[in-house]
Protein backbone atom coordinates (compact mmCIF):
# COMPACT_ATOMS: atom_id res chain seq x y z
CA UNK A 1 0.00 0.00 0.00
CA UNK A 2 1.10 3.18 -0.87
CA UNK A 3 1.26 6.26 1.63
CA UNK A 4 2.04 9.99 0.20
CA UNK A 5 4.33 12.31 2.17
CA UNK A 6 2.09 14.46 3.99
CA UNK A 7 0.03 10.90 5.60
CA UNK A 8 3.45 9.62 6.03
CA UNK A 9 4.69 13.01 7.84
CA UNK A 10 2.08 13.20 10.15
CA UNK A 11 2.46 9.35 10.83
CA UNK A 12 6.09 9.74 11.76
CA UNK A 13 5.04 13.07 14.11
CA UNK A 14 2.35 11.27 16.30
CA UNK A 15 4.38 7.62 16.50
CA UNK A 16 7.61 9.50 17.34
CA UNK A 17 6.00 12.07 19.53
CA UNK A 18 1.99 11.53 20.69
CA UNK A 19 1.24 14.48 18.99
CA UNK A 20 -1.61 14.70 16.27
CA UNK A 21 -0.69 17.46 14.03
CA UNK A 22 -2.45 18.94 10.47
CA UNK A 23 -0.14 20.54 7.84
CA UNK A 24 -0.48 24.07 7.33
CA UNK A 25 1.88 24.67 3.86
CA UNK A 26 1.66 21.71 1.29
CA UNK A 27 5.03 22.69 0.01
CA UNK A 28 7.45 20.53 1.84
CA UNK A 29 11.38 21.23 2.37
CA UNK A 30 13.68 18.36 1.47
CA UNK A 31 16.55 16.87 3.07
CA UNK A 32 18.87 14.00 2.41
CA UNK A 33 21.18 11.82 4.31
CA UNK A 34 22.71 8.45 4.25
CA UNK A 35 23.36 5.66 6.85
CA UNK A 36 25.01 2.40 6.58
CA UNK A 37 22.34 -0.90 6.46
CA UNK A 38 23.51 -4.41 6.39
CA UNK A 39 27.01 -2.77 5.32
CA UNK A 40 25.15 -0.73 2.15
CA UNK A 41 25.18 3.49 2.44
CA UNK A 42 21.67 4.25 2.02
CA UNK A 43 20.47 7.45 0.70
CA UNK A 44 17.55 8.84 2.50
CA UNK A 45 15.40 11.71 1.08
CA UNK A 46 12.96 13.51 3.96
CA UNK A 47 9.80 15.65 3.36
CA UNK A 48 9.46 18.37 6.33
CA UNK A 49 6.15 19.98 6.46
CA UNK A 50 5.31 23.51 8.38
CA UNK A 51 2.46 21.70 10.71
CA UNK A 52 0.26 22.92 13.55
CA UNK A 53 -0.49 21.23 16.90
CA UNK A 54 -4.30 19.90 16.96
CA UNK A 55 -3.75 17.16 20.41
CA UNK A 56 -0.64 17.32 22.81
CA UNK A 57 -2.60 15.55 25.36
CA UNK A 58 -1.18 12.10 24.69
CA UNK A 59 2.57 13.39 24.06
CA UNK A 60 5.49 11.13 24.89
CA UNK A 61 8.71 10.43 23.13
CA UNK A 62 9.34 6.94 21.45
CA UNK A 63 11.94 5.37 23.22
CA UNK A 64 12.15 2.59 20.43
CA UNK A 65 13.58 5.62 18.06
CA UNK A 66 15.97 7.05 20.53
CA UNK A 67 13.60 10.36 21.17
CA UNK A 68 14.28 10.86 25.15
CA UNK A 69 11.49 13.78 25.84
CA UNK A 70 9.23 15.77 24.09
CA UNK A 71 9.21 19.25 24.85
CA UNK A 72 7.83 22.44 23.25
CA UNK A 73 10.47 25.21 23.12
CA UNK A 74 9.84 28.93 22.71
CA UNK A 75 11.30 31.07 19.57
CA UNK A 76 13.58 33.29 21.95
CA UNK A 77 14.98 29.31 23.78
CA UNK A 78 16.21 27.76 20.45
CA UNK A 79 19.91 28.48 20.19
CA UNK A 80 20.91 25.90 22.56
CA UNK A 81 18.61 23.44 21.34
CA UNK A 82 19.55 23.69 17.82
CA UNK A 83 22.91 23.79 18.60
CA UNK A 84 22.95 20.08 19.96
CA UNK A 85 21.12 18.59 16.53
CA UNK A 86 22.24 18.03 12.83
CA UNK A 87 23.15 19.93 10.51
CA UNK A 88 20.24 19.35 8.20
CA UNK A 89 17.71 19.89 11.04
CA UNK A 90 19.36 23.25 11.76
CA UNK A 91 18.71 24.01 8.02
CA UNK A 92 15.09 22.64 7.61
CA UNK A 93 14.01 24.88 11.13
CA UNK A 94 15.83 28.31 9.69
CA UNK A 95 13.95 27.63 6.25
CA UNK A 96 11.14 30.15 5.76
CA UNK A 97 8.16 28.23 4.71
Not at 1 to 19: C, F, H, K, W
Not at 26 to 45: F, S
Request: proline share 4%; charged share 25%.
Amino acid sequence: MYEDSQSAALREVEEETGIKALITHQEPILTYHTYTQAGKPIMKKTYWYQMACLDESQSRPQIEEDISEVVWVKNQDIEMPLSQTFASIRWVLQKKI
